[in-house]
């Protein structure tokens, strides 16, 4: 770039490197009803489930049960996922790879068993009669391409993948694992079609950049909506990433189920269930930071570390299980004044109040000190922040409780009631200035699914929300939002499904206008032939304003952020035509086409007068395509995922490109297991950012903010597994960044260098 620092030549300083199982789903899991369970488990569950008298509207039928194995082994199968077609009912295995459906009514049904890295098995026909057991043996064929896992997130029950007529990826703990994920937002930097400026995150183009203060996406934690009160971010550190079993990301407007803020797309963490035998777990890493590359970067930190511990246990007696969870993490940064401090605790419960109902708690809480790095004194001193800034720091404590509750009323109908109460409070410095902020969000919903035939699911359902925030920078503020939708999934013919849908919600955000929308939603799904699906979908979006864009009133390193009273919330139409193919049983390939057209979309910018204010762009549209493909070699041993997006992002109004975001994501993943040894690749691109907040370099604020390059990132991961001789450790060793590539998703910003970490894991 032509520059040249005190202490080093920085030319082309962007490119050169340094020289020096099973998940929890929205449908009741079966258990067991003990009669011996010790009173304090016992009082810990039942006492909650006071609210709640019901009592099963059955006499004992009949059941069905069975054990599920490997074909080639024998060896039991845990955490394999089962429907039981025509009825609203699913559960998993055990780890003995048991299972049994209780209390099943006379009829014909059908049973459909998946499991990743397996073929998926049918078991049709299946005759129950009355006062009569129904024993099954069944066995999964390994397999290199599993091309039908079970996701709850599209339309809010279990079903297969393909069955869904919109674009979702998912990633596994496995994955999540082997990575090292520390905060689940690094997670979905590997996730086709998604890329992230900092922790913002923006699918398909949906969303650019706005520091601290809203979200396009919606995330969920178990189904439930997981939004601060105040700023409307997605905070993913307030959930530890070891207890994650999956994320679903849902691409493509999710209003119609979801409401606001899923204008984008949905997040949906899907906890770890509580195994029925005791576990613990301990984990522990530890890494450097290489050196700067240049040496006017040197601020003098020396070497800089980052580690982390966690340890959990589980147990479960008679009906009632229980988990509990600690972390630590720490991370001096390789920027000066980028370090941080965070500590995690969790505890989940769950107990089998009968087999019809099943209730489900979780808590969790934050506690987080870290430096505040805003962006950099200029380019020659990348890694120092301006002089003002200098010391800055974020305090946040964080927690939240939820409850699940299900209640089976008969085969074909059944019926959730979910609660969340999020807690958000932080304080920090921005040029010497303290600001604090509290935020309370209580969120409910009543809903309930019904399947009159295996064809047919209809989920319908109300939601209500409140949320009272005092902060320094948005006043005290209140709001509240109550919505109801309906949805229904049936066959057309044989070879054709079809998904429509409707959701209103009525939002009302202090002194802001009220607002209420009706988002429709039709997806159609057609599968002619085994392993191959074409799906198309069309839905309106809707986002309200977040507390912070619409009432921020702050100075920021001289520049005003000023109050927009008249600020709309944000609409949209989306549209997806897709394909997915299964090739030879080796290779499945998917190919989509999709567009939003977008009113009222919210964006960061500087008014005539010179001041910040979060602002309404009239009109814009997002249009691309995204193509994917998975490939397995050597009996599944060898795995290859590529994946590219194009996106065209642009602002009618203006006839410009929206800003932070970037035209061409090309993600490649390998993975290769031979023995107790793994090794895996991951590399991603992307293209070179063509808008940023101009104004913010034109006057001065962050000099040198015009700097930015394409991303061209390596990590490099090794592992061991000693579990396949017996020995209850593993080892994985991660080299991020491996050729130190320097970059920046957001201006003024380095993202992280070259780093080494070491973790080891025990299960007891």
């Not at 209730?359 to 004194?377: A, C, D, E, P, V």
């Not at 600001?435 to 809903?447: F, M, P």
């Not at 009272?468 to 044989?494: C, H, M, T």
């Not at 699906?533 to 069309?538: D, N, Q």
Request: with cysteine; hydrophobic share 40%; net charge neutral.
């Amino acid at each position: 770039m032509g520059l040249n620092a005190p202490g080093g030549d920085i030319t082309s300083v962007f490119t050169q490197p340094q020289k020096i199982s099973h998940p929890t789903p929205l449908l009741h899991r079966e258990g067991s009803f003990g009669h011996n369970s010790r009173a304090i488990l016992r009082l810990t569950l039942v006492c909650c489930s006071i609210a709640f008298p019901f009592q099963s509207v059955f006499a004992q039928l009949a059941f069905i049960k069975g054990k599920v194995v490997a074909r080639s082994s024998g060896e039991p199968l845990a955490g394999v996922n089962i429907l039981l077609q025509g009825t609203t009912r699913g559960m998993a295995t055990n780890v003995g790879g048991v299972f049994q459906f209780s209390d099943v009514r006379p009829g014909t049904y059908g049973l459909s068993f998946s499991l990743v890295g397996y073929q998926r098995e049918t078991r049709p026909d299946i005759i129950v009669r009355e006062g009569e057991a129904v024993e099954l043996r069944i066995e999964l064929t390994p397999s290199p391409i599993q091309g039908e896992p079970i996701i709850v997130t599209a339309n809010k029950y279990e079903q297969s993948l393909q069955d869904v007529p919109v674009s979702v990826s998912t990633m596994d703990a496995a994955s999540i694992a082997r990575r090292n994920i520390v905060t689940l937002d690094d997670a979905l930097r590997y996730v086709p079609g998604v890329n992230l400026t900092e922790w913002q995150v923006n699918i398909r183009g949906s969303s650019g950049y706005s520091r601290g203060a809203g979200s396009r996406v919606l995330l969920l934690v178990d189904g439930i909506p997981f939004t601060t009160g105040d700023t409307g971010e997605l905070n993913f550190e307030s959930f530890p990433a070891g207890q994650t079993e999956r994320v679903e990301v849902v691409k493509g407007a999710g209003s119609a189920l979801y409401g606001s803020s899923a204008l984008g797309g949905v997040i949906n963490i899907i906890t770890k269930s509580i195994p029925d035998q005791p576990e613990t777990r301990i984990r522990a890493y530890g890494g450097l930071y290489s050196g700067p590359a240049f040496s006017s970067w040197d601020w003098g930190g020396g070497t800089r570390f980052l580690d982390g511990q966690a340890f959990s246990h589980s147990r479960t007696v008679d009906n009632v299980g229980l988990l509990i969870f600690g972390s630590r993490a720490a991370d001096d940064g390789f920027r000066q004044n980028d370090y941080r401090r965070r500590y995690n605790g969790y505890l989940k419960a769950h107990c089998s109040l009968s087999s019809y109902d099943a209730l489900t708690t979780t808590f969790s809480i934050l506690h987080q000190n870290r430096g505040s790095f805003l962006y950099w004194k200029d380019l020659p001193y990348a890694l120092v922040p301006p002089d003002p800034q200098q010391g800055d720091i974020v305090r946040s404590t964080r927690f939240y409780w939820s409850g699940l509750y299900t209640h089976t009323v008969s085969s074909t109908f059944l019926y959730d009631v979910k609660a969340m109460w999020y807690h958000n409070k932080w304080e920090d410095t921005i040029d010497t200035l303290t600001n604090s902020s509290r935020s309370d969000v209580v969120r409910g919903e009543l809903q309930g699914t019904w399947s009159p035939s295996a064809t047919n699911v209809a989920t319908f359902g109300i939601e209500v929300s409140t949320d009272k925030v005092n902060a320094d920078l948005f006043g005290k503020r209140s709001g509240y939002g109550i919505a109801l939708y309906a949805q229904d999934e049936f066959e057309v013919l044989p070879p054709l499904k079809a998904t429509i849908g409707a959701r209103f919600d009525f939002q009302d955000l202090d002194s802001l206008e009220s607002t209420g929308q009706l988002n429709p939603k039709l997806g159609l799904i057609y599968r002619p032939m085994e392993g191959t699906a074409v799906r198309a979908s069309f839905g309106r979006g809707f986002r309200a304003p977040a507390v912070a864009e619409a009432f921020t009133d702050a100075f920021i390193s001289g520049l005003h952020i000023i109050p927009n009273p008249n600020l709309k919330p944000e609409r949209s139409w989306t549209y997806e035509i897709g394909v997915s193919q299964i090739v030879w049983s080796t290779a499945q390939l998917d190919l989509a086409l999709f567009r939003s057209d977008f009113d009222y979309l919210i964006e960061s910018g500087i008014t005539p007068q010179l001041q910040g204010q979060f602002q309404n762009v009239t009109k814009a549209r997002v249009q691309g395509i995204e193509t994917s493909a998975r490939f397995a070699f050597l009996d599944n041993a060898v795995l290859l995922n590529l994946s590219y997006t194009y996106v065209y992002p642009k602002d009618l109004t203006t006839d410009d490109i929206l800003k932070y975001r970037p035209r061409h994501l090309l993600y490649v993943n390998g993975f290769a297991q031979f023995g107790m040894f793994n090794v895996g690749v991951d590399f991603r691109f992307i293209s070179r950012v063509e808008r940023i907040d101009d104004e913010l370099v034109t006057l001065g604020i962050v000099k040198n903010g015009d700097q930015r390059v394409a991303i061209y990132v390596t990590d490099l991961r090794l592992g061991m597994d000693f579990s396949r001789i017996d020995v209850p450790l593993a080892a994985q060793l991660n080299i991020n960044n491996i050729f130190h590539y320097n970059y920046v998703e957001l201006i003024g910003n380095i993202a992280s260098a070259r780093n080494i970490v070491l973790t080891l894991e025990t299960k007891l």
